[in-house]
């Protein structure tokens, strides 16, 4: 069974970083497209990077400059490096897995940017 586990969530104050891993298991994770999006309080889920099989990656206006989004096929899994986070960056953090006709997310990890 396919799945998907983040985790590195928590409480950090304006200005500091986090780093989020998911870990895939049940599916060819190298074979496959991955995502990092998020959802806050009262708002859409809202995109924030990829990266691609070859290592392409891509961000949101929001977030680039500030997150990393980086893969290790070996250890299944896929991170997002967070800085200069702001108390706007809240939210319920969630990465994806996109391949041929499957899909699959994580149940999220809660961040709170707060002082």
């Known amino acids: 069974q396919a799945q998907l586990v983040e985790s590195g969530g928590g409480l950090v104050q304006p200005g500091g970083s986090l780093r989020l891993s998911c870990a895939a298991s049940g599916f060819v994770f190298s074979s496959y497209h991955l995502n990092w999006f998020r959802q806050a309080p009262g708002k859409e889920r809202e995109f924030l990077a990829f990266?691609?099989?070859?290592?392409?990656?891509n961000y949101a206006t929001s977030v680039k400059g500030r997150f990393t989004i980086s893969r290790d096929n070996a250890k299944n899994t896929v991170y997002l490096q967070m800085n200069s986070l702001k108390p706007e960056d809240t939210a319920v953090y969630y990465c994806?897995?996109?391949?041929?006709?499957?899909?699959?997310w994580g149940q999220g990890t809660q961040v709170t940017v707060s002082s």
């Open positions: 990266i691609r099989v070859g290592g392409y990656t």
């Open positions: 994806n897995a996109v391949g041929g006709s499957s899909q699959y």
